[in-house]
């Protein structure tokens, strides 16, 4: 059974940081692509970012040069490293899987963690 | 980003067809995808490469491609239907982006 579950969310003060963890099983984490998906509380999805089985990476331009996606290969585990935190980053940060080929759709997603930025 | 515009709601009586537009300039190659999201859940993936259904899918569900838009369906709906829709694209040359979302409602 493929599972995703994220955590590390929590409040936050603007400026600040915090790192979002996922373990999977299921499946081999580095077989696929990885994604984080975000979604402001009542609004729509966002594509944050997305780490290839090859450990290439790509980011929204929202969070381009703040964010750093990354695997623990040994862990089975994703993670997205979240600096100089904005209040409009506050969210719900889902991660879910990507098929390679091709990497057209979320085929799994986790049940969410909830990131708030606020002073 | 690349845009997509859907209708923020569509309402269906139980039994009859929902149709969920999804419109974005340009399309060319892209690959449409639908996910459902109900209240307090994680989006499910209905829908892939604009018409294929994952296993554990109704097959009242499906998805269709022409022009500039692609077409959720959902034929026969029911209660259980009811929730949040967002389409989204993909191609080579694009980020993954999502649609605006349809809730849909049924009377």
């Known amino acids: 059974e493929v599972k995703l579950v994220e955590s590390g969310g929590g409040l936050v003060q603007p400026g600040g940081s915090l790192r979002l963890s996922c373990p999977v099983s299921g499946f081999i984490v580095s077989s696929y692509y990885m994604s984080w998906v975000r979604q402001a509380p009542g609004k729509g999805l966002e594509w944050v970012s997305i780490i290839y089985s090859g450990g290439s990476t790509f980011y929204a331009d929202s969070v381009k040069g703040r964010f750093t996606i990354s695997r623990d290969d040994s862990k089975n585990t994703l993670y997205l490293q979240m600096d100089s935190l904005r209040v409009e980053d506050t969210a719900f940060y889902y991660c879910?899987?990507?098929?390679?080929?091709?990497?057209?759709?979320?085929?799994?997603w986790g049940q969410g963690t909830l990131v708030t930025v606020s002073s | 980003s690349y845009k997509l515009t859907q209708p923020s709601s569509v309402s269906v009586s139980p039994g009859q067809t929902a149709t969920i537009t999804c419109s974005g300039d340009?399309?060319?190659?892209?690959?449409a995808s639908w996910y459902q999201q109900k209240p307090g859940q994680s989006p499910v993936l209905v829908i892939y490469q604009d018409k294929k259904r994952p296993s554990g899918i109704p097959e009242r569900f499906s998805g269709s491609y022409s022009g500039n838009t692609a077409t959720l369906t959902i034929s026969g709906t029911q209660a259980m239907d009811e929730a949040d829709y967002y389409c989204?694209?993909?191609?080579?040359?694009?980020?993954?982006?999502f649609g605006t979302g349809t809730k849909v409602t049924v009377l």
């Open positions: 989204q694209a993909w191609d080579s040359s694009t980020p993954w982006a």
């Open positions: 340009t399309w060319g190659d892209k690959f």
């Open positions: 879910a899987r990507v098929p390679v080929a091709p990497p057209s759709h979320f085929d799994y």
